[in-house]
């Protein structure tokens, strides 16, 4: 079909969806953003029926003025193709519910209870209802967004690009489009700052999710079997999602979810025609063999060269088996680290600037961009305030906005020496509101001799009951916790010599931390696509130990600018091979 007009149809496309779905919701829920359980049972149907509006208008409207009649006979043609062969259908069909199920089983089996991540078909009471109720959502999804998505915009798309990348960018575009009535609809459940919660509920799993069904629809020009796939995924996440998950356990079925489906993209691209030129099966099952290895020994240096490192930091021997104040908040600790720094100004200088540690105060002095990334609003205040520095016990340290995620942002104090000691009973990550606290974070001041300071800063924790949880804290929690701590300590040490903070020194930081990410992204894809796979070998390795040098060492800018360069030009050389299928 010829376009009829140049008047970038696909932007006007996306414009209208948004335009027509958003404007729905808003006029049905008004500002009640988020909604209460009663609104969403109560709405739901109008919200629902407000989004399917967005794209199925304006795939419709859209087919009609770009490609007039012939649009409209092409998108029938499309939507009764049928006979495309069995293997396709089990794709469609299947996939989804298969995935989603052999995710929350595995998630099961390590949770501290296993309840927790059952699917909820398994768990549920009302078994007829939760079918009925997920292949109804999921049929009128599947049917009504893909007229719109996979009936305009995907074979748009195809026309200028590769699968890889029409999936990934509609799916962005799609995961985008939910943001709305995600949002409406967290406040029952999340039990997270919007921040943390809605980016991993939209671009998580939609994605290569949607690069799976533009592949399948690139393969079978079908776009019935586009509809039957959307349709499988929209009833398996409600069939087979987790009846009683909430908060972090949201987040991680989501992730893992999303951490399944791009392996899958990944599969695709290697074993369809994506993969190298001249790959055989052995070379192909020979480079999965060298990323595992590759994921095994990054995951061995981190575990036993990398964390020993930084959980200690800065603390001495003596000063890490010493017993601190605020070491009784969590008597019998299952873990433990003791950080430490040495600053060039007595206990008197020093106290206020602690003292006013806090969300609601002066800040924390670490990774501003970062901390307002995910909706922290963080003040970066970098004068004394003596209006902030009081504190009595029972206070509350808030360290995301009171007003957000209901109000939960915070650690309370529990042992304090003024001038000297702030203890904080905080909850391991996953814990109820409603549980006791199983945490602490204390920072304790000590005179160092000639005039200085040793600031010491002690994190316990409550044995953890899950593997689950364990596994959570040491690849994401300890690391994350670190990096702003370190960068916090820092902080405060050039408040307390000079007055103020190198805000744009911390800000290159946080730059210097994505590329370098970006880099070990598109190392693990130069793996499977260079004919020469032992220099995109050797740029994963060093891509991964810059970025944990980057984020964890935190080296000068120059030094840091100077290792990120060093990746990127032992990536940047050798050949890529052609990739069709899946792949860019």
């Not at 990054?298 to 036993?304: E, L, V």
């Not at 600018?561 to 050949?575: E, H, Q, S, Y």
């Amino acid at each position: 079909m010829a376009i009829r007009q140049t008047a970038w149809p696909l932007p006007v496309y996306f414009v209208l969806t948004f335009t027509i779905s958003w404007a729905g919701i808003l006029a049905i829920v008004g500002a009640r953003i988020p909604g209460t359980a009663s609104e969403s049972e109560a709405l739901f149907p109008a919200v629902y029926l407000a989004m399917l509006a967005g794209p199925v208008v304006a795939g419709l409207l859209m087919t009609a003025v770009v490609f007039g009649r012939e649009g409209f006979r092409d998108l029938r043609s499309r939507l009764f193709t049928w006979r495309v062969g069995v293997r396709w259908y089990a794709v469609a069909l299947l996939a989804a519910p298969v995935l989603a199920v052999l995710v929350a089983l595995i998630l099961a089996m390590f949770a501290a209870s296993s309840s927790t991540f059952l699917p909820g078909v398994f768990t549920t009471a009302e078994r007829g209802r939760v079918l009925a109720f997920g292949l109804g959502v999921g049929l009128g999804a599947g049917v009504f967004e893909e007229l719109g998505w996979t009936g305009f915009a995907v074979p748009l798309a195809l026309r200028r690009h590769s699968v890889a990348v029409t999936g990934a960018a509609i799916g962005m575009l799609w995961g985008a489009w939910h943001f709305l009535a995600v949002w409406w609809g967290s406040g029952t459940s999340s039990g997270l700052p919007p921040a943390v919660f809605l980016p991993v509920a939209l671009f998580s799993f939609l994605p290569p999710f949607r690069i799976l069904m533009v592949w399948v629809y690139a393969r079978t020009g079908s776009l019935l079997v586009a509809m039957l796939m959307h349709a499988s995924l929209t009833a398996s996440m409600i069939i087979f999602g987790p009846e009683t998950m909430d908060g972090i356990a949201i987040v991680v079925y989501d992730l893992a979810l999303a951490a399944v489906l791009w392996g899958a993209v990944v599969l695709v691209a290697v074993v369809s025609r994506g993969h190298v030129a001249g790959a055989t099966p052995r070379r192909l099952a020979f480079r999965w063999t060298l990323l595992i290895s590759a994921a095994i020994v990054i995951a061995g240096t981190f575990a036993f060269a990398v964390r020993p490192a930084y959980l200690n930091w800065g603390a001495t021997a003596e000063e890490q088996r010493r017993v601190l104040p605020g070491d009784e908040i969590v008597p019998a600790a299952g873990s433990g680290e003791t950080r430490a720094i040495t600053i060039d100004a007595p206990i008197e200088r020093v106290w206020p600037w602690l003292a006013q540690v806090g969300q609601d105060r002066a800040g924390f002095y670490s990774f501003d961009v970062l901390e307002n990334l995910v909706g922290c609003r963080m003040p970066a205040d970098d004068a004394l305030r003596p209006e902030r520095q009081a504190w009595q016990p029972g206070d509350k340290l808030w360290m995301y906005p009171a007003e957000r995620a209901g109000g939960v942002g915070f650690a309370t104090l529990r042992a304090y020496e003024p001038g000297r000691v702030l203890g904080f009973g905080t909850r391991l990550v996953g814990t109820s509101m409603q549980a006791p606290e199983n945490g602490s974070w204390t920072w304790v001041l000590e005179p160092a001799g000639l005039g200085e300071t040793r600031l010491l800063i002690r994190g316990r924790g409550a044995p953890r009951q899950s593997w689950l949880g364990l596994a959570f804290d040491r690849a994401f929690f300890e690391p994350v916790h670190f990096m702003m701590e370190r960068r916090m300590m820092i902080g405060l040490k050039q408040l307390v010599d000079t007055g103020a903070r190198n805000h744009m020194v911390n800000h290159w930081h946080v730059t210097l931390f994505a590329i370098a990410f970006g880099l070990m992204v598109a190392s693990v894809r130069a793996v499977f696509t260079r004919r020469h796979w032992m220099r995109a070998t050797v740029a994963l390795l060093g891509s991964a130990a810059v970025f944990q040098i980057l984020t964890l060492a935190q080296p000068s800018p120059l030094v840091g600018t100077l290792l990120v360069m060093a990746t990127a030009w032992v990536l940047g050389r050798g050949d890529r091979a052609g990739v069709a299928g899946v792949t860019a």
